[in-house]
């Protein structure tokens, strides 16, 4: 079987009015659902997707009406910097049937952090989505942007330490055949995610820019992995009008009845 995925942070549905920071233009989804369409994934992962503090929406349901899709988790956990009447979280749609969904949390950074100019800056919750189908899995994240607050991941610090504990909770819970999404906010997640090579996951997207820079350098905070049960057939980065391009992968995956999903132990099934 072949399967197509897409991952995109999505900034609540926002297109950019600059490349400074925060500086969006008003809601979107349609724009959104354009190149999804043009697109045509079976599964999707979107980072800061919103959901309405009220519940009454979210760019998950919109996008999954657009797509012909089901939401198969949607997952707000923290208020939006974009927009104060949303939550800010991760969501995958597919048209797929999940058969479990496991939502774990990140640890949140020991220390409290500051902004540049010396403001405390909110506690944002990150999480790590992952869905078994019927014969494979698919991981969904986003990382905090931790350079915003003056470390990194590959400190030997701090950021270091913070690193070691976001490998624990995903050592916790993904099994192969994987197939991770995300944007991990660090160019090469490889480097610092120990278990993530003991998976022996590779890079399917090229190397390119996957987040446009005011000053032209090339950013890639945006990835997808697979584990060695897929054969990569094409990937690519689409340039949007977005703060975040559209990334995107199709894999061909051998149906195999002995694969590792029959010796899955999941627990803590949840739909939404």
Same mark, same amino acid.
């Given at each position: ?12 549905? @926002?297109? =950019?009015?600059? +490349?400074?920071?925060? &500086? ?18 079976? =599964?999707?992962? +979107?980072?800061?997707?919103? $959901?309405?503090?009220?519940? !009454? ?9 657009? *797509? ?31 058969? $479990? ?22 506690? @944002?919750?990150?999480? *790590? ?39 624990? =909770? ?5 099994? !192969? ?23 022996? *996951?590779?890079?399917?997207?090229? &190397?390119?820019? !996957? ?10 905070? &945006? ?15 689409? %340039?949007?009008? !977005?703060? @975040? ?12 009845? @002995?694969? +590792? %999903? ?11």
């Amino acid at each position: 079987m072949n399967i197509r995925i897409a991952s995109w942070n999505i900034a609540g549905g @926002h297109k =950019v009015a600059s +490349l400074e920071h925060f &500086d969006y233009l008003p809601k979107d989804i349609p724009y959104f659902a354009e190149q999804l369409i043009n697109l045509a994934p079976d =599964v999707v992962c +979107l980072q800061e997707s919103h $959901t309405k503090i009220n519940g !009454t929406d979210s760019n998950a349901s919109d996008l999954a009406k657009f *797509l012909g899709m089901e939401i198969v988790v949607n997952s707000p956990n923290s208020p939006s910097h974009i927009d104060s009447e949303y939550l800010l979280g991760n969501a995958i749609v597919s048209k797929l049937k999940p058969k $479990t969904v496991i939502e774990k949390y990140y640890p949140d950074p020991k220390e409290q952090l500051y902004w540049s100019n010396g403001k405390p800056a909110d506690i @944002h919750k990150k999480n *790590l989505e992952y869905v078994a189908f019927e014969e494979f899995n698919v991981a969904n994240n986003q990382m905090l942007p931790i350079k915003l607050f003056g470390f990194t991941y590959d400190d030997n610090d701090k950021g270091s330490d913070f690193a070691k504990e976001i490998n624990r =909770v995903m050592s916790e819970t993904v099994k !192969t055949p994987v197939i991770w999404c995300g944007d991990f906010n660090f160019f090469e997640p490889l480097k610092i995610y120990s278990f993530m090579n003991e998976l022996n *996951l590779k890079e399917a997207l090229p &190397d390119v820019t !996957t987040r446009p820079s005011q000053d032209g350098q090339k950013k890639k905070s &945006d990835h997808i992995y697979y584990s060695p049960e897929f054969e990569l057939l094409k990937s690519g980065v689409i %340039m949007t009008e !977005t703060d @975040h391009y559209l990334c995107f992968a199709e894999f061909e995956f051998q149906t195999n009845p @002995h694969h +590792l %999903m029959g010796k899955l132990s999941l627990c803590g099934t949840l739909f939404r």
